[in-house]
């Protein structure tokens, strides 16, 4: 390797993965710079101030799975960071017949004595899978091929783990239901409608994916695994409190913070990557550059196709990142009122997905780049716990919603007021009276998400989770163990295994493996 | 309603399109012997063989190029577009000039081979065996170019033998004897058009001739004009002919002396530049190409197998003929091609052959089955390595041409 | 009373397959069939005077020439023909044809797209690298991957070789294409959506999927991997229709001295002390026999002609849900004459083929759309076949036979199937066709209009699902049907399976049957005459 241990490390991106494996790296003795085009850290996790004295979270706005290694490596509890009460997941009725679905139990009227049982039978069996997943998470994963002795170690655990570790009866569920659909799955186990659908919106959520998509089950576990590292919460502040967190880590282990700094090109000399050039046409010189851009944004345009293999540039640009969610933040005047549930249960986190065909109907427009006519809506308002995020006795609500294609049929440009009204309107019929509340709002369609974010899509995991794009196959077969084509060049975003969310988990693999194969 | 011009482009009754020499190729074939060169109706034999071969190597030869693969290359990348595709360094190309290219996949295996040809500053063709246009655009991504596939809007013909550069003269292209190997001229014939190159697959001092469509048949009128005018002997060749030919002078065929890798099914059935002989066209200095850093990584490695040139001892035809380290040896390796070449009076053949530790079998031999009067006989004969072209005549490449 | 060495249930393909090779071994076999006719989903049938129809099954690929082979199935009447390519109609009015001559085919996608001819040479590659690594897989035996038997280590091994003969790179291409929609691993190939749109369709024909649903690209292998001489992914007919199948194998198992029973449904299988002893039919006749051999999909077995208190409680629950869910429906048409298609040019040989109508992936995603939601798909795809253009066994002169496979059809609609509703999905196909041919409807002599509710009440296939049980993963190779019961043998002992609802799974493949048999006879002792895959290194 031409590059001197000591050489200086740029990283592209100051999203949390950024921040995540920058800090690594400096509490490893390296020179750390991050180079952020925008004019605060934390990508996705951002608080946004939308309207005069509103404050909400931007993208992500429930944290459910940053990653508990990371959080004890980094010290980010006495960098400051507040992960909020735990909340449950309350799965709205028009009716007021809500269900309160905790990690493994679930409350609420109507529920028949077999779902309630069945819910705790059913949450222990997956999370099971998703723990038995584990050492294929906080790894590089293995290539199936000329693997080295590491790769060939998490293969073993992972045989191991599934063999002995759920033992031959689960290990057959699991290897039976693995890769199909959560809706054959859900309509095996439950009967309650509400029940199923709620269980849905975790398998689909961020996806171009339907309940009765093949690959759920996958996507599913995906999130419960977050779920086997903690409960899941609104942090006070915001999402930008826990990149400010990750940010204050970062500082404290010597890392330079650069915002407002777009980096336009990595540079390479003689194939390797040399440092970056920002769009003010400064040249910084590095002997390692990683990037926590999505894929397509590393390649295609910062590295640039003549610098690549065609078929690897053409896999890249095929990959699918079509975002599906879009963000609406509400300024509202008073705490909206939804019957049969308290204040305080209103500060939990709400679903609107009624039924398992409500989901499924709710997708099939995605497909054909029309939006969602009646959404699937994970509501929250997170001013109930955090009064500071709105003037006194005002709040902020933060909805994402389901399924809102980056490729709309006609440009967003038409729909977005139009879209914006209806999804108000479908809350409004769960939270009489809401429409009047609103005093401000703002939508974030994927195409807005892909401006001000910089994700290409606008996707919420900078590409599918489906089985394609996984593991070993993220972003692309070929790069998957954060290292590239150019060597000194790095992915440690959500691009990378095991994908997005609030983790930490790329940015800390990506880490390793850079000071594993003696870069940096 | 779909556009009539769209309805109308198909007619299931025609198999084999004709080519716009077709009229003039008919009615010279002689045996009426065809078969499909890229969906192009073309003659395999016109009369004879031998007649054909001859031709080439002691008169002037002439050859329908139509089906050969065109694709027309432009826009601001151009360049880079070129020099990312192949594996040569193609960046001093200069313009009207030709050069031979062969490009790869990601893993560093041969797509195929062809030829370069710098039209006018910036703008390109791309000549090639096989159906590349998927290959091309793929590799466009991300770079502002223009890839048009012009296979049937440029008419080419192949003038190719030692009376070659005469034939033309007399013809009446008068440009020509400056024009130096892989040069490129244009010139006007009865008004219209012909871009020359002193290109070929022979061997052998020639010329490929480049027209539209609409010009063909003047153009191949005026050519064989000097044979009705009995100055000198012109003749048609089919591809049985430029097979003995392309031989003798070492060229290899895609899809014949090796698997191209789009069409592999079997994982290790491709083949790498370095292993059919086109290692000397690999230039690691270059900016980057597709398939560099597998190459990179093969060219630190022991040599696993080669496509050698092989003299064939004896006359037998040594088809589909295994190879052996010594007389009933180990195996190391099978013919690919093979001709009998009438002015060596030798067996040459193309012959995929595997190394030992990076060596080149001390032996080889062949285990060659023939028949006489139906029936078969085996017999062993020994081969020896040719480093160099079979067939390189001076006059492949004095410029100005001899009794030109 | 007679005991038999074996009774198979059931004489579908599969069943009759499993009794040849078991009749081969010198085994005593009796073949037991419900129905007054053997066949079971492969059938000729005379329901109009003067035609025969192919009314389930309709075309021949996937039959594996191996067992063709070794049951010499040419000599007792099989004649397999080729078919000529296919077409989908465009809305505009032009079409797309695969021709089955390869230049004529090269361009004619060329007119399409220019690229997409280049592309389909990258495709078929790649799709024969696939092809090749599953084929071998279809006359074995899955290994069980949470056992730690001998045999079933080693034949995972096998696999495992067989899986690293591909290169890094392929090996996570395979995975790719094992786990993709149909739509979006063509859409990494080809961009023409005419061309996307045909290339398709063979991915949904029986399953309860999309075309952008994941798994469906492998679906596609599971009816291009069938070969006609070598020609992998070509098509046949059968002469005298798909009947002539189960004929030729019930020819030759009769040769080897085996026994059919029509009419002869069986009530219960008969197990004593966790046994199967025989069978008892519901005329109250019990047969005894040492093997029972069960060719009824796995819900028909163990829900209806096992006692439930012979079978483990996590088989049952295995069993219930079983995912069998029919998508298709099926008509056929005697015509007096032959439909005329203005698309196609004068003497197109492309009639000779499949014709289809659906041009985009879009109209395809939304017919699913509609069977998800319990309806039948207003603007179906539907897969046309006009055998009787070669075969003059099925028709009349000059009078044709036409088969229509419809994807999509529901078990149930909202309010369930009536005869009008019934009329009234036969007439969305019908429509769907007369769009493309004007005289389509004027030749109609007789249509027969088939749900999945009527192929069931035919054949037994539960929910009129053609493959015995959907092609997802979890129900595919070693857990079909069920994990732990992938290896032909069922709960009780002497009891074995040997229909689609097993491995390899469903078409007109005789594999299962073949692999039951290899399974019986190793249990038994007896030489095996199942035939070994020919292979292709």
């Known amino acids: 390797m031409t590059s001197s241990p000591d050489g200086p490390v740029v990283i592209v991106g100051g999203g949390h993965n950024g921040l995540v494996c920058a800090t690594y790296l400096a509490m490893a003795g390296r020179k750390v710079q991050i180079l952020e085009a925008r004019q605060s850290v934390g990508g996705g996790a951002s608080t946004t101030g939308f309207a005069s004295g509103y404050q909400v979270s931007g993208l992500a706005h429930i944290l459910h799975s940053l990653n508990p290694k990371v959080c004890k490596d980094l010290k980010l509890e006495s960098a400051g960071l507040k992960r909020g009460e735990a909340i449950n997941t309350i799965a709205l009725d028009r009716r007021g017949r809500h269900l309160t679905l905790g990690i493994n139990e679930v409350v609420g009227a109507g529920l028949a004595e077999r779902d309630i049982r069945a819910y705790s039978t059913f949450k222990r069996e997956f999370r099971g899978y998703a723990k038995a997943l584990e050492p294929l998470m906080m790894n590089k994963p293995p290539r199936l091929k000329n693997m080295d002795r590491k790769d060939k170690f998490t293969l073993a655990r992972l045989g191991w783990g599934l063999r002995f570790g759920l033992g031959t009866d689960s290990m057959r569920e699991f290897l039976r239901v693995g890769g199909i659909n959560i809706y054959d799955v859900l309509n095996e186990v439950f009967e309650n409608p509400l029940l199923k659908g709620a269980i849905a919106v975790d398998a689909v959520l961020g996806q171009h994916m339907g309940p009765r998509t093949p690959g759920t089950v996958l996507t599913y576990l995906h999130r419960l695994w977050g779920e086997t590292q903690g409960s899941q919460s609104l942090p006070p502040g915001g999402m930008g409190q826990v990149a400010g967190a990750l940010a204050e880590a970062a500082t404290q282990a010597g890392v330079t913070i650069r915002t407002g700094a777009k980096v336009q090109r990595i540079l390479l000399t003689g194939g390797r990557a040399s440092g970056v050039l920002l769009e003010s046409g400064e040249q910084i010189d590095a002997a390692v550059v990683i990037s926590n851009a999505d894929a397509k944004t590393t390649f295609l345009t910062l590295v640039g196709t003549p610098e690549l293999d065609a078929m690897f540039a053409h896999r890249i640009h095929t990959t699918r990142t079509r975002g599906n969610v879009a963000k609406l933040h509400l300024a509202l005047r008073a705490l909206p009122i939804v019957a049969g549930l308290s204040a305080q249960q209103l500060g939990h986190r709400l679903l609107i997905a009624p039924d398992l065909r409500y989901v499924e109907h709710a997708f099939n427009h995605a497909k054909y780049g029309e939006y969602s006519e009646q959404p699937v809506l994970e509501i929250t308002v997170p001013s109930i716990a955090d009064p500071s995020l709105a003037p006194p006795g005002h709040h902020v609500m933060s909805v994402s919603i389901s399924f809102a294609p980056y490729d709309l049929k006609g440009g967003w440009d038409q729909q977005h007021s139009i879209f914006a009204d209806r999804v108000i309107a479908l809350i409004d019929q769960y939270a009489p009276g809401l429409a009047s509340q609103v005093v401000a709002h703002e939508l974030l369609t994927p195409v807005d998400i892909e401006a001000q974010y910089h994700i290409a899509g606008g996707h919420w995991h900078h590409g599918e989770l489906t089985i394609d794009q996984s593991f070993m196959m993220r972003p692309i077969h070929g790069v998957a163990q954060y290292d590239t084509p150019i060597a000194g060049l790095y992915l440690c975003g959500a691009a990378a295994h095991p994908g997005g969310g609030i983790t930490g988990v790329p940015g800390h693999n990506a880490a390793r493996r850079i000071l594993a194969m003696g870069d940096a | 309603m779909a556009s009539q011009q769209q309805l109308a482009g198909h007619d299931f009754h025609e198999v084999l399109k004709a080519s716009p020499f077709h009229a003039r190729v008919e009615e010279q074939s002689l045996v009426k012997n065809w078969m499909s060169w890229n969906g192009y109706q073309t003659a395999r034999v016109y009369d004879t063989l031998a007649s054909e071969y001859f031709a080439i190597r002691s008169s002037c030869s002439v050859m329908d190029l139509t089906p050969m693969e065109k694709y027309r290359i432009s826009g601001p990348d151009a360049l880079t577009f070129l020099n990312r595709l ?42 090639s065996q096989h159906h590349q246009l998927d290959w091309l655009l793929i590799s466009s991504l991300g770079m502002n170019v223009l890839i048009e596939e012009e296979t049937h809007e440029v008419a080419a013909l192949a003038v190719q033998g030692p009376t070659a550069c005469s034939v033309l003269t007399a013809a009446g292209f008068d440009t020509l004897s400056q024009l130096k190997p892989f040069g490129i001229t244009h010139t006007l014939l009865n008004g219209f058009e012909v871009m020359i190159s002193r290109t070929g697959y022979t061997g052998d001092l020639g010329y490929e001739l480049w027209v539209a469509p609409a010009n063909a048949l003047a153009l191949w009128d005026a050519v064989f004009g000097v044979k009705q005018r009995g100055l000198y002997d012109v003749r048609c060749i089919g591809l049985g002919a430029l097979e003995m030919v392309r031989i003798e002078a070492g060229f290899i065929m895609p899809g014949d002396d090796f698997n191209t890798a789009e069409t592999t099914v079997r994982a290790g059935h491709d083949r790498s530049p370095f292993e059919i002989g086109l290692g000397w066209l690999v230039d690691f200095d270059k900016p980057h190409f597709t398939g560099k850093q597998a190459l990179l990584k093969e060219h630190g490695q022991p040599i696993k197998r080669r496509l050698l040139k092989l003299a064939v001892e004896g006359n037998k035809a040594p088809a589909d003929s295994f190879l052996y380290d010594g007389k009933r040896g180990r195996r190391i390796g099978t013919i690919k091609s093979h001709t009998w070449s009438p002015i060596l009076k030798a067996t040459l053949a193309m012959a995929d052959i595997e190394y030992r530790n990076g060596v080149v079998p001390a032996q080889i031999w062949a285990e060659i089955y023939y028949q006489k009067e139906l029936e078969w006989r085996a017999t062993w004969a020994r081969c020896t390595i040719s480093k160099a072209p079979f067939w390189a005549h001076p006059r492949r490449s004095a410029t100005p041409p001899q009794r030109c | 009373m007679k005991k038999y060495d074996a009774i198979v249930i059931g004489a579908g393909h599969n069943g009759l397959t499993n009794a040849a090779f078991l009749a081969k071994a010198g085994l005593d076999v009796l073949v037991l069939e419900k129905n007054e006719y053997i066949g079971g989903a492969t059938v000729s049938r005379e329901l109009y005077e003067g035609w025969k129809y192919s009314n389930c099954s309709y075309v021949c690929s996937l039959f594996r020439p191996e067992i063709y082979q070794a049951l010499d199935l040419g000599r007792h009447g099989l004649e397999v023909v080729p078919l000529q390519g296919s077409t989908t109609f465009k809305q505009n009015g032009d079409y797309f044809g695969s021709y089955h001559q390869p230049t004529v085919r090269r361009r004619e996608i060329a007119r399409h797209s220019k690229r997409d001819a280049d592309a389909s040479v990258r495709f078929d590659a790649d799709l024969m690298k696939w092809c090749r690594l599953i084929r071998g897989f279809l006359l074995r035996t899955p290994p069980d991957p949470s056992s730690l038997k001998m045999r079933d280590v080693m034949e995972f091994a096998h696999l495992l070789k067989q899986f690293y003969s591909l290169s890094e790179s392929q090996i996570y291409e395979f995975i790719r294409f094992f786990t993709m929609s149909i739509a979006e691993y063509l859409e990494e190939y080809f961009e023409s959506d005419v061309i996307l749109a045909h290339f398709s369709g063979g991915s949904i024909i029986g399953t309860g999927l999309g075309v952008y649903s994941p798994g469906t690209a492998y679906v596609l292998l599971h009816h291009a991997m069938g070969d006609i001489d070598g020609n992998v992914g070509s098509w046949g007919f059968a002469r005298g229709g798909m009947g002539s199948v189960a004929n030729a194998i019930a020819s030759s198992f009769k040769a080897l001295g085996g026994e059919v029973r029509t009419a002869a449904e069986v009530q219960q299988i008969i197990v004593k002390g966790r046994t199967a002893m025989g069978v008892v039919l519901t005329s109250g006749e019990e047969i005894s026999a040492r093997v029972v051999v069960s060719n009824l999909d796995a819900k028909r077995t163990f829900l209806g002609v096992m006692d439930r208190n012979d079978l483990p409680e996590a088989l049952l629950h295995r069993a219930e849900h079983f995912k069998i869910r029919g998508s298709s429906g099926k008509l056929n048409i005697a015509l007096d004459g032959m439909p005329v298609f203005p698309a196609l040019p004068p003497g197109s040989p492309l009639t000779l083929g499949h014709m289809h109508f659906t041009d985009t992936l879009e109209r395809l995603e939304r017919a699913y759309d509609d069977w998800k939601d319990d309806r039948w798909s207003a603007d179906p795809y539907v897969d046309t076949l006009i055998p009787t253009q070669y075969d003059p066994t099925m028709a009349p002169p000059g009078k044709h036979m036409m088969s229509v496979f419809v994807q999509y059809c529901p078990v149930e609609v909202e309010g369930g199937w009536t005869a009008a509703k019934r009329d009234a999905f036969g007439a969305a196909v019908i429509d769907q066709i007369a769009q493309h041919s004007p005289n389509f409807k004027q030749l109609i002599l007789h249509a027969e209009v088939r749900t999945p509710r009527e192929i069931e009440a035919e054949t037994g296939l539960t929910q009129g699902n053609i493959f015995q049980g959907e092609l997802t993963l979890d129900q595919l190779m070693f857990n079909r049907p069920f994990p732990g019961y992938a290896q032909y043998r069922g709960p009780v002992k002497n009891m074995y399976m040997c229909s689609s609802s097993t491995h390899p799974g469903g078409g007109v493949m005789g594999a299962p049957g073949a692999n039951a048999a290899r399974e019986i006879l190793r249990d038994l002792g007896r030489t095996d005459t199942t035939p070994r895959d020919f292979g292709d290194d």
């Open chain 2, 86 to 127: 192949v594996v040569r360094d193609i960046s001093a190309l200069k313009p009207h000039r030709v050069t031979y290219v062969a490009w790869c996949n990601d893993e560093g295996k041969v797509l195929d081979d062809g030829t370069i040809f710098h039209l006018e500053p910036g703008t390109y063709r791309l000549c």
